[in-house]
């Protein structure tokens, strides 16, 4: 046992010993490797990480892999130890035919850089095939005239395998008339031919039957028998002869079966039987029969099955004619194969890059490797993509190429790609063979959000309810995936005294605004801020838009009442002289609304009188006129109550009592009939206190004005207004609104200021001031007159 381990370790140490010589001679180009056919899958053939320096690691990463020339995956490598193993088993035989040496060419690749390794690996031969003899039986004829040590050619055996393990010896059985006698054809081969040892007697043994054996050199040997039948003949003395000793014919690859390819004819001088002559093809391989057939009689060669020039390129046959008294003669026919265009160029893919990023440039796309088997120009190919796409195609080495983008791809604007390679051969007709590869580009986060408008004007009506969808901001981002998710959001306003937080809220998901309470027209009409929208993305790309809110008026103020006041200590009365024609001014009720539009346009409407038709109200300005001239039989005193209401749906109104007192002058108010007047001394006495509270109350009230009007000037000199200050609106209120005109007892028109309390969220009037006085003009000298007149009894005229 001992001896039999060191003496598998010595051969272990010598097969190594020749690998790494092998691997010396064979230069920086190429290694060499060798193994035996039929060789167990998974046997190891050599380390090539070790050979070719590179580290185990480095054959993971580079992605290593071994690649033949006939694309077939004979070999496999370790990525993990570097050994190259046999990944099937090698029939020599298939792989070379007779071809000696057999050698396997491949390639190991590898990328990041690409960088290639041109290898050769030997097989073997082992002595796995035993010869064959095609013909089962040989018959030989032979004249029994013939001389003793004539040769005889017999049919040689086939053995597959080459070298030692090829056919090496041919025996005969035991017989007293013949003996083997080997000939070497000198390319190697060796043909059995038989020698006459004694004369044979058609008489004493008209048939001889022998068994030829076939020998290898095997160990141990394979053989392969035959049986030889030799018949005894009669005398002939002329054999067969050609007019000349080799044929050549071309043929068409795309010849059709059956087709004639040539006629081999022979004469021969005897008559009768042994002058007619007989075909057959001789010493021909197994590939030779099933290709070509030949006529015994006419000696024409046709064509049996379809040729390949890519397999077989030419034949060389051995046609024999035999008389019928058994001699014969031999020729050859060389039938050269001419090629044609037959093959498309064939493309293989070694790898693929589906999914490139868009940001990337110059990104290995596909290496792939092309062949055609035509040989010529209809083996020389040409490779292309289409001319409008983003990629170039590289050769590598020998027949690889690669697909590479020239340029960063834009997602954006193309998220797919289809390549069509085109591999034309040069041939006529030129064929092509078309290989598609989908290529998908990666979303990179390139672009940021952009709102479907740079500034949003939303409206909204006040006394909304809270959480109110008031309108919908939208972005869209061009990328794709968690690049295009946006999100939005509220960014600091750009007034810090606007509380936006607890005006509006947005949802982050779909840009949807609320309303986050309920908004008031008259303390805030409209407001700005900005919206932000974020993609998703690393890092996150953002945008902004402006959003406007309109706050719309609702019709939520009453009309208030300005003049007369009803909130002082005494009514007003409007003194009346009873001369006054149809149309005099009485007075004019004078009232605002905080709201606006047509919610501020308001009528006047004369509710109650004490005596109606008698006065009236002007719907559009509340000017309350007499309506017919006074009589003496028209009661003094008269109340009207008079209603102000706005245009708002639905609408609100306000009331105002009016109290008038016709008198017949101004200097004496009241003089009743010398029979009434003891009676009426009384009542005499109460209106003399009216008109004094009357004339004191318009006093007061001039004298507030002015005041107020000191005050608010003093005030707009202030600086700006804040919390609980004065606040006095520039542009006066309008004049349907506020103005009176006309004459009677408010004979100039007054515009009055407003002054709200800021901050306190109601509207206060603090103060009335007339401004811009306005004479009216009037119809007759007399009416002026009396107005005068009037104005003068009470101790005040306003210029």
């Known amino acids: 046992m001992e001896i039999g381990g060191a003496l598998v370790l010595w051969k272990r140490q010598v097969l190594i010993i020749f690998v790494l010589l092998g691997l010396s001679q064979a230069g920086p180009e190429s290694v060499r490797y060798s193994v035996a056919e039929e060789t167990e899958i998974g046997s190891f053939v050599a380390n090539l990480a070790r050979d070719l320096g590179l580290g185990v690691e480095e054959l993971s990463s ?31 035989e298939e792989l070379c035919d007779s071809t000696e040496p057999c050698v396997l060419h491949f390639q190991m690749v590898l990328e990041n850089p690409l960088q290639f390794f041109r290898a050769e690996l030997h097989i073997k031969d082992i002595n796995d095939h035993s010869p064959t003899f095609l013909d089962k039986e040989i018959v030989i004829k032979i004249s029994e005239s013939t001389i003793i040590g004539t040769t005889f050619l017999m049919e040689s055996a086939q053995d597959l395998d080459v070298g030692s393990n090829s056919l090496q010896n041919y025996t005969v059985s035991p017989n007293s008339h013949f003996y083997v006698k080997i000939q070497d054809s000198g390319d190697g081969k060796i043909y059995p031919e038989l ?116 397999a077989i390129q030419s034949y060389i046959i051995n046609i024999q004619a035999t008389d019928g008294g058994g001699l014969s003669e031999e020729c050859t026919l060389l039938v050269k194969v001419i090629d044609i265009n037959d093959n498309p160029p064939e493309v293989t893919m070694s790898s693929i890059t589906k999914i490139i990023p868009e940001s990337a440039s110059e990104t290995l796309v596909a290496l792939f490797s092309v062949r055609d088997q035509d040989a010529g120009e209809n083996g020389r190919v040409v490779c292309s993509i289409q001319d409008d796409l983003p990629f170039f195609l590289k050769r590598t080495f ?59 004007t939303l409206s909204v009506r006040e006394n909304n309810s809270p959480a109110l969808h008031i309108g919908t901001v939208r972005a869209t981002d061009r990328d794709a995936g968690a690049n295009a998710q946006v999100t939005y959001s509220l960014l600091p306003p750009l007034d810090p005294h606007v509380p936006l937080a607890s005006l509006v809220s947005i949802n982050p998901d779909n840009g949807h605004l609320f309303a986050l309470r309920s908004l008031d027209y008259e303390a ?82 004369l509710l109650k009188a004490t005596e109606p038709g008698l006065f009236g109200v002007w719907a559009h300005n509340g000017e309350v006129r007499t309506a017919r001239l006074l009589s003496e039989r028209d009661a003094a005193k008269h109340r009207l109550l008079v209603l102000v209401k706005d245009n708002g749906e639905p609408p609100l109104s306000a009331s105002v009592t009016l109290h008038v007192l016709l008198v017949d002058g101004f200097s004496q108010p009241y003089l ?76 100039q028109s007054y515009q ?35 107005n005068e007149n009037f104005r003068n009894s009470f101790g005040f005229n306003i210029q």
């Open 62 to 92: 580079r992605e290593a892999r071994v690649v033949c020339d006939d694309n077939e995956k004979h070999l496999q490598l370790d990525l993990l130890t570097g050994d190259l193993l046999v990944n099937e088993k090698l029939d020599r």
């Open 195 to 310: 020698v006459l040892h004694r004369a044979l007697d058609h008489e004493e043994e008209p048939e001889l039957r022998l068994t030829l054996t076939a020998l290898d050199g095997g160990s141990p040997p394979r053989s392969g028998t035959t049986l030889v039948l030799i018949k005894v003949l009669d005398i002939n003395d002329n054999a067969p002869e050609f007019p000349q000793r080799l044929y050549e014919v071309q043929v068409l690859e795309d010849t059709p079966v059956g087709s004639w390819i040539i006629t081999i004819s022979a004469k021969d001088l005897d008559a009768g039987n042994y002058g007619k002559i007989s075909y057959t093809f001789f010493h021909a391989s197994e590939d030779i029969r099933k290709t070509f057939e030949i006529n015994p009689l006419s000696g024409e060669v046709h064509l049996r099955s379809r040729l390949d020039f890519e």
């Open 398 to 456: 020998k027949n690889f190429f690669t697909l590479v983008a020239e340029k960063a791809l834009d997602r954006e604007e193309r998220a797919e790609y289809n390549i069509t390679i085109t591999v034309t051969d040069m041939g006529t007709p030129r064929l092509k063979t078309e290989h598609n590869i989908t290529v998908l580009v990666s979303d990179v986060n390139d672009n940021a959000p952009a709102f479907t408008q740079t500034s949003y």
């Open 524 to 605: 805030l009409r409209a407001f700005e801020f900005r919206v932000g929208a974020a993609d998703r993305g690393s890092p996150a790309l953002s945008s902004q838009a402006l959003v406007r809110v309109l706050v719309a008026d609702d019709n939520d103020n009453a009309p208030f009442v300005l003049y007369p006041l009803q909130n002082a200590s005494a009514p007003c009365t409007e003194l009346v002289p009873r001369a006054a024609e149809a149309g005099y001014l009485v007075t004019k009720v004078v009232a605002v609304d905080g709201d606006s539009g047509q919610n501020a346009w308001l009528s006047y409407q």
């Open 672 to 747: 009743p009939a010398p029979e009434a007047e003891a009676a009426d001394a009384a009542p005499a006495a109460p209106l003399t206190v009216y008109l004094v509270v009357a004339l004191a109350s318009v006093s007061s009230l001039f004298l507030f004005s002015v005041l107020v009007f000191v005050a608010v000037r003093l005030c707009r000199r202030g600086g700006a207004a804040s919390v609980g200050r004065c606040s006095v609106p520039e542009g006066p209120f309008p004049g349907h609104l506020v103005d009176v005109s006309g004459t009677g007892t408010l004979s």
């Open 752 to 786: 009055y200021e407003v002054c709200l309390m800021g901050g306190t969220g109601t509207n206060e009037f603090k103060f009335l001031k007339p401004i811009i006085p306005n004479l009216p003009v009037q119809d007759t000298s007399r009416h002026i007159g009396e």
